[in-house]
């Protein structure tokens, strides 16, 4: 092998680690992805990747993973140091390697003009790889500080903020309403996006980091943020932004509508053996409304289920398929991509407007939904502001509605009512250091950024745990995500 490797793009196609075939794949909950890698054709993707002078695939990835570097090591074989490189920026590689959407791969200079590397596909290998070979161990910390901190919710920025606050040398407890730990990497995304084995073996090497957890608590009804904050020296306030949207529409009351996360998340729990009730789409005609992941979740669950037909919303275009003059690299394409969910059947309907759901029979469930084709006049930033009627009086047949159309912000009614301030957005306001208008009190993923991804969640949950090991200490050791609201200063060295 060469010692640089300038040409490797050359040499090799970009071959990502594949999904399974569709046609398998539906018939089980296991996960979509290969579930093996071949070393050398990994370490061929590695070979591709040119060391760019700035590598803007890193300004790509929320956290600033060290890309190049690992990218290197593996081409070189030296896996075990990959994976130190990549636990420096990310405490959870396998969550991102398996659920990223991968904004860096667009960012990487090769897709400017040609196959970006397979960056996601490389991380996946390296951690996979940790985890084989046992190289992922609790890693406690030498001495203790004295101090403790509660960490609410125990998504992956609750983790990640709880594992760097601990190996800081902190006494941490996490609380969580539920009865499973992980948030929305457990109960949210489903088991065959991402295997809950993978949650539980994180979850044991915390338990072994010394991390106390405290499941079915719920922080401003079982337990006052004022007792929190009586008995603890801070508070991060990890609590997602799960708060529903809703449609308003004539029929909206109807049996046979539910929320898509009330229908993922009842589908998880039957999957981890767990009690409950069951939204099934078995020999029924699902429509889902939204044309985001969680719609995409829904689809690919409910064909899994045996649904006798399955089409998906979106109240938005068909997205291009060559990316527009205004969104050149290295910016995110905004253009069309075909969903695993709809790879594996269904269909997808663009510019549709739902006007009512409606209970044909009179037996008080819904039948079919009324819709309206459209067209949308943008505003300046691409929001919806007026739409033309194309088409009217559109009817789906649907016996069962999921509506998974975003989210509205964060549950946070208890702990406003504690003093935590709302940003307009209904999410957790907090300033610059990540702190909320309680003195100790933080807030970081989704509950202050609002519904987003995994990789923004655990790059919050690391910067929060910086700011409050300041708040305590007074200085910090511990590393900032690259793209934090407060980059590292001369202080923190
Ligand atoms: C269906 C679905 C699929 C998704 N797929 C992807 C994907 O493929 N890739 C990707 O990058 N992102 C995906 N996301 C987004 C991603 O899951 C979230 O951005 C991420 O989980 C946010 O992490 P978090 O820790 O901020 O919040 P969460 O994961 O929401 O965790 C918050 C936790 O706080 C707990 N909690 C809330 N209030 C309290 C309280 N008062 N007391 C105690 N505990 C409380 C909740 O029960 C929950 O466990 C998906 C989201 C959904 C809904
Ligand atoms: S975390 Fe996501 S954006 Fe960052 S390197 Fe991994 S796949 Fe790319």
Request: hydrophobic residues 40%; negative net charge; glycine residues 10%.
């Amino acid at each position: 092998m060469d010692e640089n490797h300038p040409d490797g793009y050359l040499k090799h196609p970009r071959e990502p680690i594949g999904k399974r075939a569709p046609r398998e794949r539906i018939g089980d909950y296991r996960e979509i992805y290969a579930p093996s890698w071949r070393e050398e054709h990994l370490r061929e993707q590695g070979e591709r990747c040119m060391d760019c002078g700035v590598p803007a695939c890193m300004g790509g990835c929320p956290i600033g993973n060290l890309i190049p570097d690992w990218n290197d090591l593996v081409y070189r074989d030296r896996w075990r140091e990959a994976l130190d490189r990549l636990h420096a920026t990310n405490n959870f590689p396998e969550f991102t390697g398996y659920t990223c959407p991968a904004p860096c791969e667009p960012a990487c200079t090769l897709a400017y003009n040609a196959d970006a590397v397979a960056i996601k596909s490389l991380e996946r290998a390296i951690v996979d790889r940790g985890w084989e070979r046992g190289w992922i161990r609790p890693e406690p910390p030498a001495r203790r500080t004295g101090k403790q901190v509660a960490v609410v919710g125990s998504g992956p920025a609750g983790l990640a903020c709880a594992q760097q606050l601990n190996r800081a040398g902190h006494a941490v407890t996490v609380f969580e309403r539920d009865e499973a730990l992980g948030g929305l990497m457990t109960l949210g995304i489903p088991d065959f996006k991402f295997a809950k084995h993978q949650v539980e073996r994180r979850l044991e090497q915390l338990h072994g980091e010394g991390i106390a957890f405290r499941t079915g608590v719920e922080v401003g009804r079982d337990l006052a943020l004022a007792a929190l904050r009586g008995r603890y020296d801070a508070v991060c306030l990890a609590t997602g932004a799960q708060r529903h949207r809703d449609v308003a529409i004539p029929g909206r009351e109807l049996a046979g509508i539910h929320f898509g996360m009330a229908y993922l998340t009842a589908e998880n729990r039957r999957q981890a053996g767990r009690e409950g009730a069951v939204i099934d789409a078995r020999g029924k005609r699902v429509v889902v409304l939204g044309g985001g992941d969680t719609g995409a979740d829904c689809v690919a669950t409910a064909h899994r289920q045996g649904a006798a037909d399955v089409a998906q919303i979106s109240v938005r275009d068909q997205p291009p398929l060559e990316r527009p003059a205004d969104n050149p690299w290295p910016w995110q394409p905004r253009t069309f991509e075909q969903t695993y969910a709809l790879e594996e059947g269904g269909r997808a309907l663009y510019a549709l407007d739902v006007t009512a759901c409606v209970d044909e029979n009179g037996d008080g469930a819904v039948d079919a939904l009324t819709a309206e084709r459209v067209r949308w006049s943008l505003d300046e930033r691409g929001r919806r502001v007026d739409k033309t009627v194309l088409e009217a009086d559109i009817r789906l047949p649907a016996d069962l509605v999921l509506i998974a159309i975003g989210f509205a912000g964060t549950e946070a009614d208890a702990l406003a009512e504690a003093g935590v301030g709302l940003s307009e957005r209904g999410v957790l306001a907090a300033d610059a250091t990540l702190m909320t208008e309680l003195d100790g009190v933080f807030a970081c993923g989704d509950a202050r950024r609002g519904a987003s991804l995994v990789v923004w969640a655990i790059g919050e949950g690391r910067d929060a745990a910086r700011h409050i090991d300041r708040y305590l200490m007074g200085e910090s050791r511990l590393p900032a995500s690259l793209q934090t609201l407060t980059p590292p200063t001369d202080d923190d060295r």
